[in-house]
C-alpha cells in the first residue's frame, strides 16, 4: 500500500497497521474498557445533517480562524499526543514541519519525544505546550517556566486525565515504556522486523520534558503508571486558578465536558477550553464533545474560545462543529496514523487532504468564510 493510495483516514489507519508492530498500532488505536466512547466520538457526528444554501456566489474560500489569539489558516490543528516517535522516528519533528507548511497549530506533549524547543525552532508558528499536573508542583513549574523560556504563546493543561484509563489492548500485549513486552507482544515485533531496524538505526528513545525528574531506565514504567504514580488526583481549581495567574497568557483547559465546568473555566481567567473525553481514552461511556459542543457555547461561548476534538475523520465533521461554535478543530488519531505510515510525508498528505475536504465542504455549503457558518445549517436526526 503506498502513500498515494491513501484518500482518507481509514486508508491511513490500515497502511498504518500493516507497518507497525501490533503492540505499537493498539496503542494509538485502542481505548478504555469497551471502547464505547471512541466508537461514539465518530458517529455523533452522524446524527446530525449539513443544510446547504446554493447560488451564494462562492469564488475564494477564506478557511483561516483566530483561536486564543492566534492565526490558523485552517481551522483544525495537530493536538498535542505523546510519544510520537514509538510511531516513525522522525515523530514531533514531522508533525512540527507539517503544521508549519499549513499554516495551523500543533503542540508538544509533556509524553513527546521532541524537546519542546527543537519543536519550536521547527515551527515557529502558532505551538501550544500540553502539559499535567504533577504531585511534584516544582515539576510544575519548572515545565511552565521552561515553556515561557521556549517562546510557547499557548499553554494547555489536560485535566481529564489524574488517573490513568483502563487500556485493556496494552494490557493484553505487555506495552510499556521502556519495552517490557510479554511473549504475545514480543511476536508481533517479530513479524514487523522493518519497524525495529528502522528504530535501532535512529537516535535512542527519550522523554526530553520528563528526563530530569523521571528514571525511565531503572525499569519499566507504563503510560498507566504514569498516570497513576506521578500525575496528582488532588489537583484542584485553586491549583489550576493559580498555574493560570502564574502563567499570564493564553491558557487552554483539555478535557471539559460539563457546562459548569467550562463556567468554572472563564471565572478562574481561563483563555480557551478543549471539549474532550482524551479520543475515548480515559473514561469509558462519557458524553462526546460533539454532543456537549452546543450547550457550552451556548453558555460560555461569548466569553471564551470553545475548541473541540475527538473522532473527527472527516472535513464535515469540522464544519459541523464550526457551525455549532466552534472556534477550532483538534485532530489526534487523524494525523498520527498517517506519521506512522509515512513519517511527515503522511502527516502533509493527510492535512492536504483535510484541507481540501473543507474547502470543498465550504463552496457546497455556500459559504466563502467560517465566520459563515451557523446553527442554522445544521438539522439534528
Known sequence: M????????HDFRLMAKR??????????????DDEVTYRRNTAAFEG??????????????DMSVTVMGQRLAMPVYCSPTALQRLFHHQGERAVAAAAAKFGTMFGVSSLGTVSLEEARRICDGPQVYQFYFHKDRGLNRE??????????????????????GNRERDKRTGFAIPFKLNLAGITQFAIKPSWAVNYVRHEPFRLPQLENHVDMGRGAMSISRYFTEMLDPSMSWDDVAEMVQHWGGQFCLKG????EDAKRAVEIGCTGIVLSNHGGRQLDGSRTAFDQLDEIVQ??????DVMMDGG??????VLKALSLGAKAVG??????????????????RALELMRVEIERGMKLMGCSSVDELTKENLRFR
Open 256 to 259: 471539559v465536558i460539563s457546562v
Open 2 to 9: 503506498r502513500l498515494k493510495d491513501c484518500y482518507n483516514f
Open 48 to 61: 446530525c445533517d449539513l443544510v446547504p444554501n446554493v447560488l451564494r456566489g462562492v469564488g475564494d474560500v
Open 299 to 304: 453558555a460560555v461561548g461569548d466569553r471564551i
Open 331 to 348: 485532530l489526534g488519531r487523524y494525523y498520527l496514523f498517517p506519521l506512522a505510515a509515512a513519517g511527515q510525508a503522511g502527516v502533509e
Open 143 to 164: 515545565m511552565m517556566a521552561r515553556a515561557k523560556q521556549a517562546g510557547i504563546e499557548v499553554m494547555m493543561l489536560t485535566v481529564d486525565s489524574i488517573t490513568g
Open 312 to 317: 473527527v475523520q472527516r472535513g464535515t465533521h
Open 19 to 32: 507497518r507497525l508492530p501490533s503492540p505499537i498500532f493498539n496503542y494509538i488505536d485502542g481505548a478504555a
